[in-house]
């Protein structure tokens, strides 16, 4: 027996290295993923816009003549900066312009008649009461007396007659300035013309109800800007006037400026019956606007919510289900799926209130294949390690 018992041992420490190498060869292979710490910094609430907002000027007028025409004149042309009631066009108008001559030579005649009428009102008064004098003397009788004083009285009235058409004259003159008024257009504002629609010679019309036509000009005030970003309706409940706002322009690269809310759209825009939004209007902080801005550039706003410094912060990338995240262990070189408290967050950063460390390395590539709790794991190297 005793010589047999050295082939036990050799068959037995060969099933055992068997045995060890199948279980390290049957192992799974570490899972490759990328860590950030837990560590302090500034988390903020943020609400962004759904679709891309769009700049505008804080005064657009698209002006067309208070009447219909042929423009004789225009005194403007695109791109021109024009100044607060600057002539911009004017229709030919030379029947208006005797209608207005003719106008005030009608009230001069009105006026002159009016003073004559009045001049024998006050003959004719004067006479009555001579009458009446003499009719108290008893010179005259009192029929005489009568007929005077009756004479006044229509010369009287003959007189206020002619005053109030006196008036009404003057009256025509002030309804044909204000017609001839109508042929010269004139800048509201200072700005820019940024449309003409019409050349001298054309004839224009007023849009008739319902039936919009082309403005003759499109007048834009570019000395101050706005943004008109729509919010998803979810959203806009958070949103306040006054909340300090993060405008980027893609005209502007990666540049930020600072701005507010202004206003808030008092319905919901359901143009897009699955994405309703509420448009909100973001002022630029003052010198915070840059040079160069342009009406219609596109522009993302981000609306600060809550802004708390120097909390413990992760990524929102590596969190799971709102409150978990993979916890990488450099001692085991294993994942701990783990679950923590969030606070505030928004698409780059989520606060941790509770359950994480700091200095804990968490998982950023969650989706990637083999993430489970308690997988091995190994940190991929970064460029220039």
Same mark, same amino acid.
Request: proline fraction near 5%; aromatic fraction near 4%.
């Given at each position: 027996m005793r010589l047999f018992r050295p082939r036990y041992l050799i068959l037995l420490l060969i099933l055992v290295v068997v045995a060890a190498l199948a279980i390290w060869l049957s192992r799974p292979n570490?899972? %490759?993923?990328?860590?950030? #710490?837990? !560590?302090?910094?500034?988390?903020?609430? %943020?609400?962004? =816009? %759904?679709r891309a907002g769009t700049v505008k000027a804080c005064r657009r007028a698209k002006l067309s003549p208070g009447t219909g025409g042929q423009i004789e004149q225009l005194d403007v042309h695109k791109g021109e900066h024009v100044d607060r009631g600057q002539k911009?066009? $004017?229709?030919?108008?030379?029947?208006?312009?005797?209608?207005?001559?003719?106008?005030? +030579? +009608?009230a001069q005649v009105a006026a002159a008649q009016a003073r004559s009428v009045c001049?024998?009102?006050?003959?004719?008064?004067?006479?009555a009461g001579r009458q009446t004098t003499l009719r108290r003397r008893g010179m005259v009788s009192a029929e005489q007396t009568d007929k005077a004083e009756s004479a006044a009285q229509a010369r009287a009235a003959d007189c206020e007659a002619a005053t109030a058409s006196s008036q009404a004259a003057v009256a025509r003159i002030d309804l044909a300035q204000a017609n001839l008024a109508r042929t010269v257009l004139t800048a509201p504002f200072a700005g820019v013309v940024a449309e003409i629609n019409g050349e001298v010679n054309e004839y224009v019309t007023p849009s008739p109800p319902g039936i919009p036509t082309p403005p003759v000009i499109d007048l834009i005030d570019n000395s101050c800007f706005y943004v008109a970003a729509p919010i998803d309706e979810v959203d806009a409940t958070k949103v306040r006037?006054?909340? #300090?706002?993060r405008i980027t322009l893609d005209?502007?690269?990666?540049?930020?400026?600072?701005g507010s809310v202004s206003r808030i759209g008092a319905y919901v825009v359901d143009l897009e019956k699955q994405a309703r939004t509420v448009d909100v209007d973001v002022r630029?902080?003052?010198?915070?606007? #840059? !040079?160069?801005?342009?009406? *219609?550039?596109?522009? +993302?706003?981000?609306?600060?919510?809550? $802004?708390?410094?120097d909390v413990l912060r992760?990524?929102?990338?590596?969190?799971? =289900? *709102? +409150?978990?995240?993979y916890v990488y262990d450099p001692d085991e070189h294993i994942l701990h799926l783990t679950r923590f408290k969030p606070g505030i967050a928004n698409w780059a950063w989520t606060e941790v209130l509770s359950g994480l460390k700091?200095?804990?390395?968490?998982? %950023? =590539?969650?989706d990637r294949k083999g993430i489970i709790d308690g997988a091995l794991a190994r940190i991929e190297p970064t460029d220039g390690l």
């Open positions: 570490p899972v %490759t993923v990328t860590v950030q #710490p837990v !560590k302090a910094g500034l988390v903020e609430a %943020t609400v962004s =816009n %759904t911009l066009l $004017s229709l030919w108008n030379a029947d208006l312009k005797a209608q207005l001559a003719l106008a005030r +030579d +009608d001049l024998q009102a006050a003959v004719a008064a004067r006479e006037v006054g909340l #300090p706002v005209a502007f690269g990666k540049r930020h400026f600072e630029f902080a003052h010198g915070s606007d #840059p !040079k160069q801005l342009l009406a *219609g550039y596109s522009a +993302d706003v981000e609306i600060i919510l809550q $802004s708390r410094k992760i990524p929102t990338e590596a969190v799971i =289900n *709102g +409150d978990q995240v700091a200095g804990e390395q968490v998982v %950023t =590539n969650v």
